[in-house]
């Protein structure tokens, strides 16, 4: 496999309106916050600037508006070295946008107001076959409309691509032939959502695994957050990766970090539990800066942590 793999995106743009406060308001309260910045994000354009910055050759299919925020969008996926030839500009729609609260402890509350991501058809996608017939690996996130992911699936599949889903933001229910993918990369949220059992210890972690498997997924890989993460393969293989550990600054992002390193080693050949080790570190990085695009480290800076701290 080739050092600079190719990886296809087919995921959401945002422009991200983030306010710092010391704590998250309850419901019906107002509470002062800290400063407030404008930054780029959406789970796959964070997913393609992370895989771009790890070394990837990264082309994206998504949706912008037709607005100052689609310009500044298109901008920042260019200078990260992301081709956007396949990033449609969409008339009379906003960008999508979302609205991100960061607590003193660096978690996060978003609300995503979809705009130009809503519009991504099934025939956006089919019209777009040739992208998939020299990527290896397709990410995926769940910020698009369901038809469209479907169609991306089917698409991937006929391909013999590898399809990694980030099933965020999970559903309660979701449909059962997205299950069907390569790697499904919940976090412990995500996974109880889907599942409905939350995964806070060892003991239940290979359960809700193990559960997404049982559905479809070839390999389940959990992002536990400070616990590291979990991957469960669907011929027996039970890999526990510690975490790294770091300064938090701010979470946002860190799982896109994770699922965009995870892509990038599969694409490169490497073996899952290494893989693994290589998004953990990947997404430990992002929590040491503020914001989601500006966060995603580079493959350097991932090699330097692995070496920092090597594990056992
Ligand atoms: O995963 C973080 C991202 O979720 C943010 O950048 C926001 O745009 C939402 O898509």
Same mark, same amino acid.
Not at 33 to 52: H, I, L, M, R, Y
Not at 264 to 289: D, K
């Given at each position: 496999?080739?050092?600079?793999?190719?990886?296809?995106?087919?995921?959401?743009?945002?422009?991200?309106?983030?306010?710092?406060?010391?704590?998250?308001?309850?419901?019906?309260?107002?509470?002062?916050?800290?400063?407030?910045? %404008?930054?780029?994000?959406? *789970?796959?354009? &964070?997913?393609? !600037?992370?895989?771009?910055?790890?070394? /990837?050759?990264? $082309? =994206?299919?998504?949706?912008?508006?037709?607005?100052?925020?689609?310009?500044?969008?298109?901008?920042?996926?260019?200078?990260?070295?992301?081709?956007?030839?396949?990033?449609?500009?969409?008339?009379?729609?906003?960008?999508?946008?979302?609205?991100?609260?960061?607590?003193?402890?660096?978690?996060?509350?978003?609300?995503?107001?979809?705009?130009?991501?809503?519009?991504?058809?099934?025939?956006?996608?089919?019209?777009?076959?040739?992208?998939?017939?020299?990527?290896?690996?397709?990410?995926?996130?769940?910020?698009?409309?369901?038809?469209?992911?479907?169609? %991306?699936?089917?698409?991937? *599949?006929?391909? &013999?691509?590898? !399809?990694?889903?980030?099933?965020?933001? /999970?559903?309660? $229910? =979701?449909?059962?032939?997205?299950?069907?993918?390569?790697?499904?990369?919940?976090?412990?949220?995500?996974?109880?959502?889907?599942?409905?059992?939350?995964?806070?210890?060892?003991?239940?972690?290979?359960?809700?695994?193990?559960?997404?498997?049982?559905?479809?997924?070839?390999?389940?890989?959990?992002?536990?957050?400070?616990?590291?993460?979990?991957?469960?393969?669907?011929?027996?293989?039970?890999?526990?990766?510690?975490?790294?550990?770091?300064?938090?600054?701010?979470?946002?992002?860190?799982?896109?970090?994770?699922?965009?390193?995870?892509?990038?080693?599969?694409?490169?050949?490497?073996?899952?539990?290494?893989?693994?080790?290589?998004?953990?570190?990947?997404? /430990?990085?992002?929590?040491?800066?503020?914001?989601?695009?500006?966060?995603?480290?580079?493959?350097?800076?991932?090699?330097?942590?692995?070496?920092?701290?090597?594990?056992?």
């Amino acid at each position: 496999m080739s050092n600079q793999p190719n990886i296809l995106v087919v995921g959401s743009i945002n422009m991200d309106l983030v306010v710092r406060a010391g704590r998250m308001p309850l419901p019906g309260e107002t509470i002062i916050g800290e400063d407030f910045k %404008t930054s780029p994000g959406g *789970k796959g354009a &964070n997913q393609a !600037v992370a895989a771009a910055r790890l070394g /990837a050759n990264c $082309s =994206m299919i998504g949706r912008v508006g037709w607005d100052a925020f689609g310009q500044k969008l298109l901008e920042q996926l260019s200078e990260n070295g992301v081709n956007t030839q396949n990033v449609i500009i969409t008339p009379k729609q906003s960008s999508g946008t979302a609205i991100i609260i960061v607590d003193g402890k660096g978690e996060n509350s978003i609300v995503v107001a979809s705009g130009a991501n809503s519009m991504l058809t099934p025939d956006d996608i089919f019209s777009r076959e040739e992208c998939f017939t020299h990527s290896p690996v397709v990410l995926m996130q769940l910020e698009l409309p369901l038809p469209t992911i479907r169609a %991306t699936i089917d698409i991937s *599949k006929r391909h &013999n691509c590898r !399809v990694i889903l980030d099933p965020a933001p /999970a559903p309660r $229910s =979701m449909p059962p032939e997205l299950y069907h993918v390569s790697v499904i990369s919940p976090n412990a949220g995500e996974a109880e959502m889907l599942t409905g059992t939350l995964a806070i210890e060892e003991r239940v972690d290979k359960q809700v695994a193990s559960e997404l498997i049982a559905r479809g997924a070839e390999t389940a890989v959990l992002k536990l957050g400070a616990r590291g993460s979990l991957v469960v393969t669907s011929d027996g293989h039970f890999y526990r990766i510690p975490s790294y550990k770091v300064d938090v600054v701010d979470t946002t992002a860190a799982g896109d970090a994770f699922t965009a390193a995870l892509g990038v080693a599969i694409a490169r050949g490497m073996h899952i539990r290494q893989a693994a080790r290589f998004a953990n570190a990947a997404g /430990a990085l992002a929590c040491t800066r503020f914001g989601a695009q500006q966060a995603m480290p580079t493959a350097n800076e991932v090699t330097m942590l692995m070496a920092d701290q090597p594990m056992l």
